[in-house]
Structures are given as C-alpha cells and as structure tokens.
C-alpha cells in the first residue's frame, strides 16, 4: 500500500477515534456549560450566571434527598466491601459447586437489568415482613441492603482481580510464623489488597448514588432518593437547577476518582497494576 | 483452625447473602406471577387457602402467563427490547472497535489516561448522562439549532421521543462497557505480530481483520453481552428519550407494577425477562471462567 492511502487510513481512523471520544464528552461538557447559562433556554446564551446555583442550595427538598442518598450510599458500600471481600476471597481460593455457585450469582448480578433486581428485591422485603416481621415497612433500609446486594458484586470483581495478583506465600509465611489463619488474613492480605478496597467501596458508593430504578421499588413514603427526585423534576421538563446539581456531582465525581488515583499511586507504588 | 476451613467459613458470608437476597426473591417472583392482583396488602391472593374440610387447596392461576401471552403489548415489548438491545450492541460495537484499537496501540504512558477518559462517564451518573441527551435532541434543543443554523435543514428533526432519541441515549449509557473488554484483548496483542504481518505484505486493514479481530473474538463476545444483558431491561433511556412507540420490557413492567399496580403481571414479566437473559447471562460466565475477561 502506499503511503498517501496509508495516511488516508490513518486519518479515517483518528475520526473514528475523536469522534467516539467527542461522542462522550460532549453531552457532559454542555450540561456544565448551561448550568451557568442565565437564561433557561438551552439555545440562548444568557450570560454567565449562577443563579442556578444558589436556587439549588435554597431547595430544601433536594437538599434532604441528598442527604438521605449520602446515608444511604456510605452505609451499603461500607458493607457491601465486607461481603465482597469475602466473595472476592472465596472466588479465588475455593473450589468446586460453591465457587461456581457465588460465580453465577455474583456474575450475573452484575448485568442484570435494574427493573428486575428492583421488583424482586420489593418482593423479598414485603415477604420477610410478614413471615419475621423485619424489615418494618420501605425505607432506608430496605433501599441500603438493595444497593448493597449489587454493589457486593462489584466490589467482589475487584478484590478477586487483586487477589490474583497478590503472592499467596506471603500469607503463609506468617501463618508459619505462628499467625492464625483469621490473623494472617487480616494483618497481611488485607493490607496488600487495600487499594482494590478503597475503589471497591468508591465504585458502590457510586453506584449506591446513581440508582434510581432500584430504588424506586424498594423505598417508602419521605425516603425519596437523589435519583427519584431528579428524575420526578426531569420528567417534567428540563430545569437548569438539575443541570446545576449534575455539575457539581460530575465535580464530586472527578475529585473522588482523582484522589483514589493518587491514593492508589500513593499506596501501592511497586506494583501500582490497578 | 486452618487455612483452608477459615476461607470455607468466611465464604458463607456471600453465600447466605445470596442465598436469601438473590435466588429466594427469584422463587418469590415465581411464586407472585400465580397470583391474582387485589386491593390490599400485599396486593397478590395467596396461592393457598384452607378450605371449609380444614384442607388446603391450591388457588392459583394463570391469569397473568396468559396475558403475557395473549396481549399483544407484551409481544410488542418483547420484540422492542430484542430489537433495540441488539441495535444498541451493534452500533456500540463499530464504535468500541477503533477507540480500544487505538488506547491498545497508543504508547504505554497515554494508554491509562485514555482509558479513564472512557470510564469516567461511567462513574457519573446514568440518569443525568441520559438526561444530557434531552437538551441536545429536542426540537428547540442545541442539534437542531446547529443544523438549522447552518442551512442543512429547514425543519428542526423530531428525534426526541423516537427509536433514534432511544438508539442514541442506549449507546452512550453503555459504550464502556463494550470498550473496555475490547481493549484488554486488544492490549494482549504482541505488537510483533503485527509487524510480522505487515513485513509480509498485509496492509493495517487487512491485518486488523485476519490478525488482530480473530485474536480479540472472546473481548467482541464479551462486550457484546455486556451491553446486550443490560439494555434488554433498560426502563431509564426508554422512559426519558423514548415515545409512546418505545414499549419495551422494562417499561412495561416499571408500568405494570406503578401505574397498575398489578404486581402478578409485573413478575411474570421479569421472569420472562430472566428467561430470555439466561443464554446470554450463561455464555458471559463460561466466558470469564475460561479466559478472565475482566468485567
């Protein structure tokens, strides 16, 4: 081939290339755009502003959706990094009918469309109230054990693939130093695998924030989340209050991804694979 | 205690939680679909009931299965979701393809930047990328704007609340999670084999189609079902970007158990759900069991 259609290939290809990338962004970029847009009209440029800002901090019902949302998500992903980390654990060092069980679970809790694990975890609650008589009624609760069940798999994908890398003798070195195993486990492995559980907590505490499907079936009456009120207000239309709240969690977000990204540098240099 | 038994214990954490928070709610679906929606709680009749001989007697039905069936809604669904989904995996796909080519060729230093600036929509959150889409599509919105005001239509384009606004809001909720299974097959490729290729005459077309597309077949697969699973069931997109002729399955059963409170009809739909899911869902695990394809 020569070169003048070698270039043309390469330049087709680059276009493919930014185009995906643009294809991402721009959505994003304008979204932050008009939240400091004066007007409420997404086509006119009303000047810089942030009005929308400041209506946004005087709302006080996304204010307490927001901060039932924050309980919410750091109460599931701080359990659902314990039961991950002991599925990551049991899915690379047991064998067998149980391993392939948690794999099926966990894999295809991963993927499972929302309505679905929405409606029957609903089902489930409602079901144990009336044979245990917990949990009492939808709320809180019921919408933190949801999103820790599914966040539970992410965190498990994490930790497994960290697992893998970690050298198993370490950890039977201090077992023959006189460690017991619950001991060896905690004070070596735990430690060595600390960054796949910081982003396994970050990645279900996300996830934790963003759901709305699941939450919608299994929440109850004042425990509206983040999500459902944004998308009750979405429904009616587009309001730059919401872009202006979508600006701030993309913020949030960056900073947080940011910092683990150091932390993850920071904690873990010689072998910094993750 | 040893090793070995300290594992086994801690596994039944998982386990049990499975147990009771996935494959129970499973079983109770099942057992909600034989039932007959009422106005009281729970709004499902009992599938047994002890009858005037002190006896217990089965009273469940069909109702819901048959409707399913029968209604042509339910069918329409069905077909929309297969539909959409597989429109959705393949538009992903010819979009995945040269930009995790690229991150995989891309020199060493530039690979994970890259790749982050693929997964960072991913961790913002799903309803307000959706909802981004709003603002650029509707008929007033920034699209139309450009085009109108560039002279290359004289009649802003109804794509908001049509299969396109849907096509569009499903491939960019899911592009990631085709790129990134893509890229880790691709990133596998030794790079000698390619030259090796191109030292034997084969153009970087020809080689990308016989050499490097062939060797990443369990990242396309992976990919594929990894954008499929979850667009079958997506109600967000549909719901937000879609119009009336947008029936799918998630719409369909987040209306069944909101709107009409029929809560038999609505599992009997995630069952089915589950059920068209379960091929795909089962090719995904052998899948990653044979050759870690990172998830």
């Given at each position: 081939?020569?070169?003048?259609?070698?270039?043309?290939?390469?330049?087709?290809?680059?276009?493919?290339?930014?185009?995906?990338?643009?294809?991402?962004?721009?959505?994003?970029?304008?979204?932050?755009?008009?939240?400091?847009?004066?007007?409420?009209?997404?086509?006119?440029?009303?000047?810089?502003?942030?009005?929308w800002y400041s209506a946004l901090f005087e709302n006080q019902v996304l204010l307490t959706a927001a901060w039932r949302s924050l309980q919410v998500a750091v109460t599931s992903a701080s359990l659902a990094t314990l039961v991950g980390l002991a599925a990551g654990l049991a899915l690379v060092r047991l064998s067998g009918f149980r391993r392939g069980l948690l794999m099926a679970c966990f894999g295809s809790l991963l993927v499972m469309p929302d309505v679905l694990i929405g409606l029957s975890m609903l089902l489930l609650f409602v079901n144990l109230e009336q044979w245990v008589g917990w949990p009492a009624g939808r709320g809180l609760t019921t919408v933190s054990l949801a999103h820790l069940t599914f966040a539970s798999a992410y965190v498990a994908v994490v930790v497994r693939a960290r697992l893998l890398q970690v050298d198993s003798s370490i950890e039977e070195a201090a077992r023959d130093l006189g460690a017991r195993p619950g001991q060896a486990f905690w004070l070596v492995t735990v430690p060595l695998i600390k960054p796949a559980l910081i982003s396994g907590w970050l990645l279900a505490f996300t996830l934790s924030l963003d759901d709305l499907v699941v939450a919608s079936f299994v929440s109850g009456p004042g425990s509206s989340t983040l999500p459902m009120v944004i998308y009750s207000s979405v429904r009616l239309g587009v309001t730059p209050e919401v872009n202006a709240l979508a600006t701030l969690l993309i913020a949030a977000v960056a900073l947080g991804l940011l910092s683990a990204a150091l932390i993850n540098r920071f904690i873990s240099r010689p072998d910094s694979s993750r | 205690?040893?090793?070995?038994?300290?594992?086994?214990?801690?596994?039944?954490?998982?386990?049990?939680?499975?147990?009771?928070?996935?494959?129970?709610?499973?079983?109770?679906?099942?057992?909600?679909?034989?039932?007959?929606?009422?106005?009281?709680?729970?709004?499902?009749?009992?599938?047994?009931?002890?009858?005037?001989?002190?006896?217990?007697?089965?009273?469940?039905?069909?109702?819901?299965?048959?409707?399913?069936?029968?209604?042509?809604?339910?069918?329409?669904?069905?077909?929309?979701?297969?539909?959409?989904?597989?429109?959705?995996?393949?538009?992903?796909?010819?979009?995945?393809?040269?930009?995790?080519?690229?991150?995989?060729?891309?020199?060493?230093?530039?690979?994970?930047?890259?790749?982050?600036?693929?997964?960072?929509?991913?961790?913002?959150?799903?309803?307000?990328?959706?909802?981004?889409?709003?603002?650029?599509?509707?008929?007033?919105?920034?699209?139309?704007?450009?085009?109108?005001?560039?002279?290359?239509?004289?009649?802003?384009?109804?794509?908001?609340?049509?299969?396109?606004?849907?096509?569009?809001?499903?491939?960019?909720?899911?592009?990631?999670?085709?790129?990134?299974?893509?890229?880790?097959?691709?990133?596998?490729?030794?790079?000698?084999?390619?030259?090796?290729?191109?030292?034997?005459?084969?153009?970087?077309?020809?080689?990308?189609?016989?050499?490097?597309?062939?060797?990443?077949?369990?990242?396309?697969?992976?990919?594929?079902?990894?954008?499929?699973?979850?667009?079958?069931?997506?109600?967000?997109?549909?719901d937000l970007l879609g119009g009336p002729d947008n029936y799918m399955l998630g719409t369909a059963l987040w209306n069944e158990f909101f709107r009409n409170a029929d809560w038999p009809t609505a599992s009997a739909l995630a069952l089915t759900m589950l059920l068209v899911l379960l091929l795909p869902l089962a090719l995904l695990q052998r899948l990653q069991r044979r050759s870690d394809v990172p998830a």
């Amino acid at each position: 081939m020569n070169t003048q259609a070698r270039g043309t290939a390469r330049l087709g290809f680059l276009t493919a290339v930014s185009f995906g990338y643009a294809f991402l962004y721009i959505p994003i970029v304008l979204l932050v755009l008009y939240s400091f847009n004066d007007s409420r009209l997404v086509t006119v440029w009303g000047g810089f502003s942030t009005r929308w800002y400041s209506a946004l901090f005087e709302n006080q019902v996304l204010l307490t959706a927001a901060w039932r949302s924050l309980q919410v998500a750091v109460t599931s992903a701080s359990l659902a990094t314990l039961v991950g980390l002991a599925a990551g654990l049991a899915l690379v060092r047991l064998s067998g009918f149980r391993r392939g069980l948690l794999m099926a679970c966990f894999g295809s809790l991963l993927v499972m469309p929302d309505v679905l694990i929405g409606l029957s975890m609903l089902l489930l609650f409602v079901n144990l109230e009336q044979w245990v008589g917990w949990p009492a009624g939808r709320g809180l609760t019921t919408v933190s054990l949801a999103h820790l069940t599914f966040a539970s798999a992410y965190v498990a994908v994490v930790v497994r693939a960290r697992l893998l890398q970690v050298d198993s003798s370490i950890e039977e070195a201090a077992r023959d130093l006189g460690a017991r195993p619950g001991q060896a486990f905690w004070l070596v492995t735990v430690p060595l695998i600390k960054p796949a559980l910081i982003s396994g907590w970050l990645l279900a505490f996300t996830l934790s924030l963003d759901d709305l499907v699941v939450a919608s079936f299994v929440s109850g009456p004042g425990s509206s989340t983040l999500p459902m009120v944004i998308y009750s207000s979405v429904r009616l239309g587009v309001t730059p209050e919401v872009n202006a709240l979508a600006t701030l969690l993309i913020a949030a977000v960056a900073l947080g991804l940011l910092s683990a990204a150091l932390i993850n540098r920071f904690i873990s240099r010689p072998d910094s694979s993750r | 205690m040893t090793s070995a038994r300290f594992v086994s214990t801690s596994a039944w954490l998982p386990l049990g939680w499975m147990a009771v928070f996935l494959l129970l709610p499973v079983a109770i679906l099942l057992r909600v679909s034989f039932s007959e929606p009422r106005f009281e709680q729970p709004p499902y009749t009992e599938l047994f009931v002890i009858g005037e001989t002190g006896r217990w007697l089965w009273e469940g039905t069909l109702q819901a299965w048959r409707w399913l069936f029968e209604d042509p809604t339910y069918r329409d669904a069905l077909a929309g979701s297969l539909a959409m989904a597989s429109l959705t995996t393949l538009t992903c796909l010819l979009l995945a393809l040269p930009m995790a080519w690229a991150i995989a060729r891309a020199p060493l230093a530039w690979r994970t930047p890259l790749l982050l600036a693929v997964i960072l929509p991913f961790w913002t959150s799903f309803l307000i990328r959706v909802y981004a889409w709003i603002s650029l599509l509707k008929p007033e919105g920034l699209i139309n704007a450009a085009l109108l005001g560039s002279g290359i239509i004289d009649a802003p384009l109804l794509i908001l609340h049509s299969n396109a606004a849907v096509l569009i809001g499903m491939t960019y909720a899911y592009l990631p999670f085709m790129v990134l299974p893509l890229y880790a097959t691709f990133a596998r490729i030794e790079d000698d084999l390619l030259q090796a290729a191109a030292d034997l005459g084969a153009t970087p077309w020809q080689t990308f189609l016989r050499i490097s597309l062939p060797l990443a077949w369990p990242g396309v697969l992976a990919g594929c079902l990894l954008v499929f699973i979850p667009a079958m069931g997506d109600f967000v997109v549909p719901d937000l970007l879609g119009g009336p002729d947008n029936y799918m399955l998630g719409t369909a059963l987040w209306n069944e158990f909101f709107r009409n409170a029929d809560w038999p009809t609505a599992s009997a739909l995630a069952l089915t759900m589950l059920l068209v899911l379960l091929l795909p869902l089962a090719l995904l695990q052998r899948l990653q069991r044979r050759s870690d394809v990172p998830a």
